[in-house]
Every structure is written in C-alpha cells, then in structure tokens.
C-alpha cells in the first residue's frame, strides 16, 4: 500500500494513468498545494482552464505514512524528478519572487515551469485584496453603508511601510536576512489595538515608527544609498509600489493583525447599526423580537467570509498568476 501510495506522487505515473483512459476521457493535471486553505484559492484559479479535454484536480503532498505541510514539501516534490506537465505545484511566492533568483530557494521557484506562485506574498494577502473588503462587510453583515474608507487605510499603511519595506528586501537579497528578520519588520509596523476613529493616529504612529527605523538603518549602512534606491525602482517594476505594498508582507500579519482586527471593529458596527434599525422600525415586541433573531441567524463569521473572498481575481497578482497557467497550458503560443 505505502509503494502504491508513493508511486502516486510521480507525474510519470499521472501521465501513464492518462494515457491508459479512453481518448474521450480528459486529461488529469495534479496540482499540489501547501496547506487545506490554499485549496480553494487555486481551485478558483484553476477551474477557468478546465474544459473537455483536461481538468485539474488540487491536493496536498502525500508520503505512505503522512501529510506534507509547506512550501519545501510541495517543491522538493517536483525537485525530485517526479515533476512533469501532468503534475504542477502551486505555491505562496513568500520573498522568492522579490528575490529574483537571488537565493536558491528564489532561483527554484522562479526557474521551474511547473512551479506557480502567488506573486503576493501569500493567499492571504490577495484575500485582504483592499478593493473587495467592503463587498466582504457586506457579505458579513447583509449592510451596505460604507462607515470607513478601507481601500484609503490600506493604501496610507502601505506608504508608510514602503521604505522600510525596502530595506527588508534589501536586507535578504544580501543574504544578510538576520540582520533584519521578517519578525523585525512585523514588529516594527505593527498597528496596535484598531479603532475607527483611531485610524489616523495608527497611520502616523506606524509611519513614525517606519521612519525612526529607516534612519537607524541608513546610519548603520551608511554606503547602501545608491543600492536601495535602485533596488526601489527594481521592485516597482516587479509590482511594489508605495500603495500596494500590504500585499507583499508577511500574510498572516497582515491577514491576523491588520485587516482581520479592522474589518471585525468594522462588521460590529454595522452589526450595531442595523440592529438600532430593527428596533427603531419595529412596530411591537414579538415583531423586534422575530426580526432581530432572523438577522442574527444571517450574519456570517468574518474570517470563514474573508477565506471565501474572491475579490482578489480582479487583482494584478492573479491576473499574472492566470497568464502564467495559461502559458504553461498552451506553449505554442509563447513561440508565437
């Protein structure tokens, strides 16, 4: 059974397996993935490609006698020569695709054609996507009032986060990543406690702290002035700009402290406010009574509701993410 289990994992067996079905049958292309969350998000990217001749079916990496976990299981599986163009990994880009080939880890992620990648971060940071967060309010709260301009937050947080941002990947293109931990960074742009009506004061907060530790590191690094800017101007190119750069940090921090702590101070208040409606339009007890508990019993969970979010496929890292797939199903057309 545990050699059976193994030989499943090989893209020659997939292959092998397709060629042994009738030639009506379509074509079965593994996709593993890191973990149980990441399969529902490539399922929505992969599902668009699924037709009558091929379909797509998404799974974790498997050993006879356990489950995998990770990005390194999901890698080093396709490293190991099982790798084909009927199985493919689909990953979080973490750092590696800033790195630019950088690093080996970067350098196997960007180089092997059936390795995609989130070009975000992670998935939970094209979930916090900011121009879909308030259909995800909605979607929470069945309430449509706009009480706090989300996309206006996360693009102010964004520009204060931006130059030290920089110097993080700085830091970890030199190899010099423990002098300037992703732990440090998070530390340093953390938010702290959210408040509606503290939005600003955590905006100036966040970049005063940004500021004061941008300058502790141009004085320690006195001569890296001309390689920061230009690695700036690089990761631009790449897609990081001053507005954006929320989808390029640490998921779990931004998903955990940042936008999941928002948009729950956000979803009770309009939780609170269409409640005060109920009972402000209600005619009679029984009726306040009847309405407010049918109301209850429609509002979703905010995290199971943000996991669900598919606001991101209007985003510019799924759109490379589709053409990358799209490239790897139909190479004719890149020697077009």
């Known amino acids: 059974m545990g050699k059976r289990l193994k030989d499943n994992l090989s893209s020659k067996y997939v292959e092998a397996a397709n060629r042994m079905t009738s030639k009506g049958a379509r074509r079965r292309i593994v996709a593993y993935v890191e973990s149980y969350d990441d399969v529902f998000f490539w399922r929505s990217v992969l599902s668009r490609f699924e037709d009558s001749t091929r379909y797509f079916e998404v799974m974790l990496p498997t050993r ?51 390795i995609f990648h989130t070009y975000a971060y992670a998935i939970e940071n094209l979930q916090c996507y900011a121009p879909s967060l308030h259909d995800v309010c909605v979607a929470v709260t069945l309430n449509d009032h706009s009480i706090f301009n989300i996309e206006e937050y996360l693009r102010q947080f964004s520009q204060a986060i931006f130059p030290l941002f920089v110097w993080s990947i700085w ?30 004061d955590i905006i100036q907060n966040v970049r005063r702290k940004c500021g004061k530790k941008v300058e502790q590191l141009q004085r320690e690094n006195p001569d890296a002035k001309q390689s920061w800017k230009a690695l700036k101007e690089e990761i631009k190119q ?20 940042v936008v999941l702590p928002m948009l729950k101070k956000i979803c009770d208040s309009l939780v609170r406010e269409r409640q005060n409606e109920i009972n402000r339009q209600s005619r009679h007890n029984a009726q306040r009574r009847n309405e407010l508990s049918c109301y209850t019993s429609s509002i979703e969970p905010v995290s199971a509701m943000l996991k669900k979010n598919l606001g991101y496929e209007r985003s510019d890292p799924f759109g490379r993410i589709v053409e990358d797939v799209r490239k790897f199903l139909n190479p004719e057309e890149n020697q077009t």
Request: aromatic letters at 10%; a neutral charge.
């Open 64 to 114: 006879a006698s356990h489950l995998d976990r990770g990005k390194k299981a999901a890698v080093m599986k396709l490293l190991s020569g099982k790798v084909g163009s009927d199985m493919i990994a689909c990953v979080d880009a973490d750092y590696d695709f800033l790195m630019q080939g950088t690093t080996q880890s970067s350098k196997e992620i960007l180089d092997n054609p059936y």
């Open 238 to 257: 790449l897609g990081v700009t001053a507005d954006t750069t929320y989808l390029y940090i640490q998921g779990h921090h931004l998903y955990d402290k």
């Open 171 to 200: 830091f970890h293109r030199k190899s010099q990543g423990n002098q300037f931990p992703i732990s440090e960074f998070n530390r340093v742009i953390e938010t702290g406690n959210f408040g509606i009506g503290r939005a600003e």
